[in-house]
């Protein structure tokens, strides 16, 4: 089994800090993510025979292809699937209908010193009912988090308060009629009153990053309850998808206006996930991608981006959310190099239920501040996030090839 190993000598932080690799890491900080019956110890043989069943089926584009076209069909007919749902794709990515269900997801995971970031899956709905509603929900989950010791976050979305629409005219800096003021007014004190109750609790609030063209006003508003609650420690986290070019300096831009204002910058790193969906929109409307160019870039700038926040820690707090290894990896050797303990309390990675789990439970293992993100939500509202991650993770071949692979190794030293 490899090993991948961190050298930590002083020579090699001044000259080498920059273009740190995997194959430069050797050595004192001993962490490896192949370790799969360490990744794997919180599954039975049986989950994992269901897991390498999900997986493989789910390397299959032409089978995912049909399943989305013909699942949101037999719902509508009223078909009896929603038990094959919840028995399979549901229960490999989400924690369970309710919160009482998902508890039993996090008492698990704690056992392996695995953390929780709670997701109410249920993608948005538009209305004003809806998205007063959806407050009570929220705190709720709060509430829950703040009862158990290993649920440091919850996660919302902006556009599960606010019409999207009313979000793209903010975006574009037009004016708002006077009841589209007192419309923005509704969604800034609903997103504060969750703030609220997350700072109640000493909860932190991961707030989604969301498409390009709607994104300004949600940067504009996380910054808003950045500069409220984050004044002696970090309660609310904005999310920078570093598959966009601009993103890296603007996370730098971010940091230079907390700094300015006296508040501490709460930042979330991802790759992202609208990638396709930002390019066909960018070629369509004639104007130039926010996208980078290749996989590369966004590498870079997500690596820049870790190495930039863990050597401002005093100012900022950085939730590593990516589930490629060579990130992770490096977060690690930061955090050593600069003589940071493990379970720094301002720096946490996580990575989705049901997946990496050879990045998760390794990091755990080795004393790592690690969250599974868990959704939960009724079968049937939480299907459109099923069915995304599912396509999603069918344009990760890569990705599922080696999910795949660390099952199958793992079932064969089982023997099974």
Same mark, same amino acid.
């Given at each position: ?15 080498? &800090?920059?273009? $740190? @690799?995997?194959?430069?890491?050797? @050595? ?14 919180? +599954?039975?043989? +049986? ?6 069943? *999900?997986f ?25 699937? @929603?038990?094959?749902? +919840? ?26 010193? =695995? ?17 007063d ?11 829950? /988090? ?11 979305k902006? %556009?599960?308060?606010?019409r999207? &629409? ?18 923005y007014?509704?969604? +800034?004190?609903?997103? !504060? ?6 700072a109640?609790?000493?909860v ?17 508003l @996380?910054?808003?309850?950045?500069? $409220?609650?984050?004044?002696? %420690?970090?309660? =609310? ?13 603007? $996370? ?5 206006? /907390? ?14 996930a609208?990638?396709?969906k930002?390019?066909? #929109? /960018?070629e ?12 590369e870039? %966004? ?8 190495? !930039?926040?863990?050597?401002?820690l005093?100012?900022? /707090? *950085?939730f ?13 050797? *930061?955090?050593?190099e ?30 790592y ?32 090839? #080696?999910?795949?692979?660390?099952i199958?190794?793992?079932?064969? #030293?089982?023997?099974?």
């Open positions: 089994m490899k090993v991948l190993h961190v050298n930590v000598v002083l020579s090699f932080c001044l000259v080498a &800090s920059s273009a $740190l @690799t995997l194959q430069a890491m050797k @050595t004192q900080l001993s962490l490896s993510f192949e370790n799969t019956a360490i990744a794997f110890e919180s +599954k039975t043989d +049986k989950e994992l025979k269901k897991a390498n069943f *999900l493989s089926n789910i390397g299959k584009p032409w089978l995912v292809k049909l399943g989305g076209i013909f699942t949101p069909i037999a719902l509508k007919l009223h078909l009896p699937i @929603t038990g094959i749902i +919840k028995s399979t794709i549901f229960e490999q990515f989400c924690g369970g209908e309710t919160l009482e269900e998902a508890s039993k997801a996090v008492a698990h995971l704690h056992k392996f010193h =695995v953390g929780v970031v709670l997701d109410y899956g249920v993608e948005a709905m538009e209305g004003e009912e809806n998205y509603k959806a407050v009570p929900e929220f705190i709720r989950a709060i509430q829950f /988090a703040a009862s158990k010791p290993n649920v440091p976050f919850v996660s919302i902006i %556009t599960g308060f606010a999207f &629409s009313l979000l793209e005219k903010l975006h574009a800096g037009e004016t708002l009629t006077e009841s589209e003021q007192q419309e007014a509704r969604v +800034k004190k609903r997103i !504060y009153q969750i703030c609220e109750a997350a109640k609790h000493n932190w609030v991961l707030v989604d990053a969301e498409e390009s063209w709607i994104q300004q006003p949600v940067d504009d @996380t910054d808003e309850m950045m500069e $409220l609650f984050n004044k002696q %420690t970090v309660i =609310v986290y904005n999310t920078f998808q570093m598959y966009r070019h601009d993103r890296l300096a603007y $996370l730098k831009t971010s940091f230079e206006k /907390a700094k300015a204002k006296g508040y501490l910058l709460g930042a979330k790193l991802v790759r992202g609208y990638m396709e930002e390019r066909k #929109r /960018a369509e409307m004639g104007y130039p991608s926010p996208i980078q160019p290749n996989k870039a %966004t590498d870079r700038d997500y690596n820049a981006g870790v190495k !930039y926040c863990i050597e401002r005093q100012d900022l /707090a *950085l590593v959310g990516t589930h490629n290894e060579d990130s992770c990896m490096l977060a690690a050797t *930061l955090l050593h600069n003589g940071y303990e493990h379970q720094h309390p301002r720096v946490s990675f996580s990575q989705l239920y049901g997946m990496s789990d050879n990045i998760s439970f390794n990091l755990a293992h080795a004393g501040r690690v969250s599974k993100y868990l959704p939960y939500g009724p079968v049937r509202d939480v299907l459109p996030y099923l069915l995304r991650r599912a396509q999603e993770n069918t344009s990760m071949s890569g990705q599922m090839g #080696r999910e795949l692979s660390f199958k190794e793992e079932m064969k #030293r089982r023997k099974m």
